[in-house]
């Protein structure tokens, strides 16, 4: 739902006009922009990822292995970006930096290999290298960079795509080279915030109950299986 709405209001410009209605089906006025090759609203620019958000790089997490007698963060890996934590997750101090700290409702991007754009919902961790934190630039809410760069992914496969070559990753110089159309005026992008947020806040919600029905089943099955607990 909330991708489909991002689409009808940033990319195919539909977004609510001063009355109400949608942009460009309303006969808004568009210009055209050299840069992106298409048509954009006259109040919207040529801009690039980094004017609407921050990239975060991980640490070398074996740089920062867990203290004596300190509780450690889990090490977030982009297979814990796939799986959440498990057993097997790596541990890290808690005695890293804050910008590195992922805490639910934080977006990650894997830039090596995997390319990917996930919204964490798996509990605190700390941030492993070749994966990004996003945060806002320039005051642009999370819902709008977080479908602007998960839509530039996809540009980024089909570029390697197209070439028949395996993008291996994804470097700040190809951030700055990124094509977007940004709005002048960010009350449209905050009022998709206010519209989208809570689908968002549902996503995390219903993530953080499966992976505690799941902690749940996995320390209830061993005992079933071995007769210590009977369902009646």
């Known amino acids: 739902m909330a991708k489909r709405l991002y689409d009808y209001w940033f990319v195919q410009f539909d977004f609510p006009n001063e009355e109400g209605k949608p942009y460009k089906s309303s006969g808004g006025k568009m210009k055209w922009d050299n840069k992106l090759n298409r048509n954009i609203p006259k109040d919207w620019h040529c801009g690039n990822l980094f004017e609407i958000a921050a990239f975060t790089n991980g640490l070398a997490c074996q740089k920062y292995r867990p203290q004596k007698g300190e509780k450690p963060l889990p090490v977030i890996k ?14 890290i101090t808690s005695n890293i930096p804050e910008k590195v700290k992922v805490y639910n409702g934080d977006v990650l991007f894997s830039w090596s290999a995997s390319l990917e754009v996930k919204l964490w919902a798996y509990g605190l961790g700390g ?14 809410p ?10 530039y992914v996809d540009v980024f496969k089909k570029v390697a795509e197209a070439r028949k070559t395996t993008m291996g990753h994804i470097t700040q110089d190809h951030l700055q080279q990124s094509t977007i159309a940004v709005p002048d005026n960010k009350n449209i992008t905050d009022k998709f915030e206010l519209m989208v947020s809570p689908i968002f806040k549902q996503l995390i919600r219903l993530q ?9 089943r996995d320390e209830l099955l061993p005992l079933l299986m071995n007769g210590q607990i009977t369902i009646e």
């Open 142 to 151: 999370k819902s709008f960079y977080y479908f602007q760069l998960l839509d």
């Open 208 to 216: 953080e109950e499966i992976s505690s029905l799941t902690k749940q």
């Open 78 to 91: 982009i297979r814990e970006m796939h799986d959440g934590i498990t057993s097997d997750t790596e541990k």
């Open 127 to 140: 941030l492993n290298q070749h994966i990004f934190k996003v945060t806002s630039a320039n005051d642009f």
